[in-house]
């Protein structure tokens, strides 16, 4: 099994440029790139450089947070996963507009085979740059020496295994026992969700509503409902959450495997799992969570 890593030994010295000067999204790119290759970590640049312009062509860069530009390629171009980063003092030109404020531009490329360790680095970069005083710092470093020391002291591992919180969704939503069946549904199909946590007023979660409740409650009633003699149909009968709902809820917590709670999906026909901290839910895991963003990595 692959050892875990420490973010601060991905980010080398001759991996991170402060005071990056770039007007255009592929020119910074390609001085970060110019570090990695002078580093011996990219077999083929050219194959690297045709990627990068297709990506300009994309309405969008990706980004990590409202300070972050994410440039990221999953190629066999990379001979390993290897990771660089150019700061500026002011928001770059060509930030998006979902990063305005964008003074970090985070590369990372990466060979086919490392998807998982791909996505925990990434999760580690969010994580770190999620927290305000640790960006701050990042962002007001002067020299490479300053922000790399900001990084080792705010170090994560990056573990070779993927788990819950690295793909878990953190936009949930939740309803309460009294609200009514209708309104549950509602707030699925909005979401497009297939089921929805129920909470008591301090956060914790006493039970799961899915289509599977909803339906087994307002399908008979449909479909066993005579007309009206002006032709319409008869209001269906709604009850409360609390009268349907999945008392019986497994729960995950953040630093549970992946690996482990797709046993679970599998063995026990599972299709989703609030995940709690301190007793209240932080996120949602589903199958669907996990396929988007597996698939989302692996092309």
């Known amino acids: 099994m692959a050892k875990p890593t420490a973010l601060s ?18 020119d910074a790119v390609a001085q970060l790139l110019d570090r990695l290759d002078a580093a011996g970590l990219i077999i083929d640049r050219t194959a690297l450089d045709e990627q990068v312009e297709a ?25 390993e996963l290897a990771v660089a980063v150019g ?14 404020k964008a003074v970090f531009l985070i590369l990372i490329i990466a060979p086919r085979w490392a ?48 788990m819950v919180r690295d793909l878990m969704s953190r936009d949930f939503q939740t309803v309460s026992p009294d609200t009514p069946l209708s309104e549950a549904l509602r707030v699925m199909v909005r979401h497009r969700r297939r089921g929805v946590s129920v909470v ?32 319409g149909q008869a209001p269906v009968e709604d009850i409360d959450v609390r009268d349907v709902m999945q008392r019986t809820v497994m729960c995950l917590s953040e630093d549970q495997l992946i690996s482990d ?12 799992f609030p995940v709690v901290s301190g007793g209240k839910q932080v996120g949602f895991l589903s199958r669907t969570d996990i396929l988007v963003k597996l698939l989302e990595h692996s092309v």
């Not at 700061?87 to 305005?100: G, L």
């Not at 039970?207 to 409902?225: C, K």
């Not at 709670?261 to 299709?271: H, I, K, R, Y």
């Open 9 to 26: 030994r991905l980010l080398l010295p001759d991996r991170v440029i402060v005071g990056l000067k770039a007007s255009t999204y592929s």
């Open 55 to 79: 990506e300009v062509a994309r309405p969008e860069q990706p980004t990590i947070g409202a300070r972050a530009i994410l440039a990221h390629y999953r190629s066999d171009a990379a001979k």
């Open 87 to 100: 700061t500026s003092t002011k928001p770059f030109r060509f930030a998006p507009p979902s990063a305005r």
């Open 115 to 162: 998807a998982k360790t791909y996505l925990k680095t990434l999760a580690a970069l969010s994580t770190t740059l999620a927290n305000p005083a640790v960006a701050d710092a990042l962002a007001g470093a002067e020299s490479v020496e300053e922000f790399l020391t900001v990084i080792a002291g705010a170090d994560l591992v990056v573990h070779p295994e993927l």
């Open 261 to 272: 709670v797709l046993g679970s999906m599998l063995s026990e026909s599972v299709a989703q």
């Open 200 to 231: 008591s007023d301090n956060g914790e979660v006493l039970g799961l509503v899915t289509q599977q409740e909803i339906l087994q409650h307002f399908l008979p009633q449909v479909l066993g409902a005579a007309p009206l003699p002006d032709g």
